[in-house]
């Protein structure tokens, strides 16, 4: 039987459509001015994408036990745990295509059936993935193993006998002084052992002879070979007293690589390979003609030694090391510069000029990890979309290790990994923290040296078990003059072949830049309380990073009540699916009242929301969820509701949430607004 819609109860709007027509435009200058506060007012921080950070959690796990065997047979263990983790990644396929989360929209209506995501397909998904990154690492793993068991190398280590080598320099030669006498650090990547083909590299500790052989220098050595610690990617150490023979200077791109860098350190007036000056003219002190290529090309091996150890002593030596801070600067000014380029040019150009910077500044643990996480963000150039940073990150994780398991044990790359992550996570909320205090750009400027050093601050005390008081004001006060040292070093570096005085006034400013660094480190180094001692070991790295949560937490109110709710939500029983006399009510068609008028085109808002809402957020789903679903997208704030006058039904008293009209939107009884 039809309704009768043809009376309306009085004083409802559309009885007069001058009324209605009224209540409309002032609905319409409300949400105007909403959307102008919600235009002006600070964004809500970004969620975080995790879903990459147990699967990365999971390689480095994994390649730091595999690489840690050593000895005949390693690679058996490492395979059969492979082969573990692949049989339990193919036992979680079940329960992923069984408990698999529904990809259509559920039915928002009340009394629709509900759609309880059950937790056992989402952390199932998680398990998956993490298991199947373990599998792929450990096989890999023991495919190096065994291969570096049957190595030449590898059997003239065990033999012990003297053997004959040939290979190629592969890092620039540095001095480490002792108590007893000067040593020589370097590598050599091994083409031949006693005429046999061989894949691996050794270590050279050697004397002041190796100090004037360039990188890329093909060489052959007569010696006897000592074993490595296990863990270590190279399979052998050369000692002192071996037999040098140059076979060839550098030649190819690795020689013009060395004239490049040969070339900006002859454009300063840098230190030779014996650690003297060629120019000691002008006023600039001492180490910072040297610094130069180490700031702009990661070329460090000439640097004097007390300026080392100002720099190690107040937290500076990241600046001689290539990482992302040359990555984005790079990229930066290129992309910059190819504005008005198609975006998939760009990302090609890009992609060559990260190419050619990292065979500039050599591949090392740092160059590679931060040259992954560029290539990413290109990626995401390529298809339009803007590559989050922690996804990047722990990509750029993945990718290197399954290339090389023994980067998992590599400082170097940790300290990167480590640092980049602190900076990603935790500089916006610290700088949002610091601004309350401090204006904004000192805020920010004081957020990136302050959170890098305090994620990188528990494995430095692996290394050198001391704290730096005066760390994070060193930082700050020479981060401009590293980017000032390290575009103008660039820019002399590739015209020095062409134009070598053009060269030398370029790398001016990086002079400058360097001097004030060199006084920087000598000045903090050696201030009252520079180094604090601390206990060394992984007892002292949990000791210092429980400090370190102590304080975030003792500071931070919002950081508090976060782990405090998370124990108590892991404290709180699993409860899974809720049972059906725990189910909440749908609501009621009264409580629609409250909402907005639903014009055409629009639906009310009950039905943005299910009733399964509360049954989710006390499910499993909602605690590991974060590890395997997309983040939600941000939604606008509610207006009030004063802003949002409801109608009244026609037929009663009871409010409605749709206006009624008649089956013809052209009839008589159908409102106004619907015509």
């Known amino acids: 039987m039809k309704e009768d819609h043809g009376t309306s109860t009085p004083g409802a709007p559309w009885d007069d459509p001058t009324l209605y027509e009224r209540l409309r435009q002032e609905q319409s200058q409300r949400r105007g001015r909403g959307r102008r506060a919600h235009a002006t007012a600070s964004k809500a921080p970004e969620p975080l994408d995790l879903r990459l950070l147990t699967p990365a959690i999971s390689c480095w796990a994994s390649a730091w036990w595999a690489v840690g065997h050593d000895g005949v047979g390693a690679w058996r263990p490492v395979l059969l745990l492979a082969s573990g983790c692949a049989a339990l990644a193919a036992a979680l396929i079940v329960p992923v295509l069984r408990f698999r989360p529904p990809r259509h929209r559920a039915d928002p209506r009340p009394g629709a059936p509900e759609q309880d995501p059950c937790a056992i397909g989402t952390v199932s998904a998680s398990m998956l993935v993490c298991a199947l990154c373990a599998a792929a690492v450990l096989a890999i793993s023991a495919a190096h193993l065994w291969a570096r068991q049957r190595d030449p190398l590898t059997m003239a280590v065990a033999s012990g006998r003297p053997v004959t080598l040939v290979g190629t320099v592969s890092q620039e030669p540095r001095v480490s002084a002792t108590s007893r006498s000067t040593l020589v650090i370097t590598a050599l990547d091994v083409e031949q052992v006693d005429g046999r083909s061989s894949s691996l590299s050794a270590t050279v500790l050697a004397d002041k002879q190796w100090l004037s052989l360039p990188m890329g220098t093909c060489v052959e050595v007569r010696t006897h070979l000592k074993p490595t610690h296990p863990g270590r990617s190279e399979t052998a150490i050369i000692p002192k007293r071996a037999g040098l023979k140059v076979l060839s200077p550098p030649a190819g791109v690795l020689g013009a690589v060395t004239s490049i860098r040969t070339g900006l350190a002859r454009a300063v007036g840098a230190e030779d390979a014996q650690g003297t000056e060629t120019a000691s003219r002008g006023f600039w002190p001492p180490g910072a003609r040297t610094l130069v290529p180490g700031v702009a090309l990661g070329d460090d091996h000439a640097l004097p030694a007390q300026v080392r150890q100002d720099m190690r002593t107040v937290s500076m030596t990241h600046l001689t090391a290539v990482s992302g801070q040359h990555v984005a600067i790079v ?24 190419t050619l910077l990292v065979i500039l500044v050599r591949p090392s643990g740092s160059v590679l990890r931060a040259a992954t996480m560029g290539a990413v963000m290109l990626l995401g150039v390529v298809v339009g979309r803007r590559a989050a940073s922690v996804p990047a990150l722990c990509a750029g994780a993945i990718v290197l290790l399954l290339i090389d398991p023994w980067q998992a044990r590599d400082y170097g790359f940790a300290l990167s990994v480590v640092a980049t992550a602190g900076i990603v996570i935790g500089a916006k909320p610290v700088a949002a923290h610091l601004s309350r205090r401090l204006p904004r750009w000192l805020a920010v400027a004081v957020a990136l040296p302050l959170v890098a050093q305090a994620a990188c601050g528990p494995l430095l005390i692996l290394l050198q078990p001391t704290v730096g008081a005066w760390s994070v004001p060193a930082n700050l006060l020479t981060e401009p003059a590293a980017v000032i040292a390290t ?106 009242a409250t909402h907005r008028l639903d014009f055409a085109g629009t639906r009310p808002s009950w039905r943005r929301s299910s009733s399964s809402a509360p049954a989710r ?59």
């Open 617 to 675: 957020r006390s499910s499993l789903t909602a605690r590991y969820r974060v590890f395997w679903s997309r983040p939600r997208p941000r939604t606008r704030p509610p207006r009030s509701r004063a802003s949002r006058p409801p109608p009244t039904s026609p037929t009663s008293s009871t409010p409605s949430c749709r206006p009624p009209c008649s089956e013809s939107p052209g009839s008589s009884t159908s409102p106004p607004w619907s015509r």
């Open 487 to 592: 575009i103008s070093g660039l820019l002399a570096a590739l015209v020095h072949p062409a134009w070598p005085e053009a060269a030398t006034v370029i790398a001016w400013p990086a002079l400058a830049a360097c001097s004030w660094m060199v006084w920087i480190a000598g000045f903090f180094a050696h201030l009252p309380c520079a180094t604090l001692p601390w206990p060394d070991g992984l007892t002292g790295a949990l000791a210092l990073g429980a400090c370190e949560l102590g304080v975030l937490l003792l500071v931070a109110p919002r950081a508090r009540r976060a782990l405090l709710k998370g124990l108590r939500r892991l404290m709180r029983p699993a409860r899974g699916r809720l049972a059906p006399w725990q189910r909440p009510e749908p609501p009621a068609p009264e409580a629609s």
């Open 331 to 354: 990229l930066g000014l290129g992309l910059a510069a190819l504005g008005v380029v198609p975006r998939r040019w760009r990302a090609l150009l890009g992609t060559i000029l990260l």
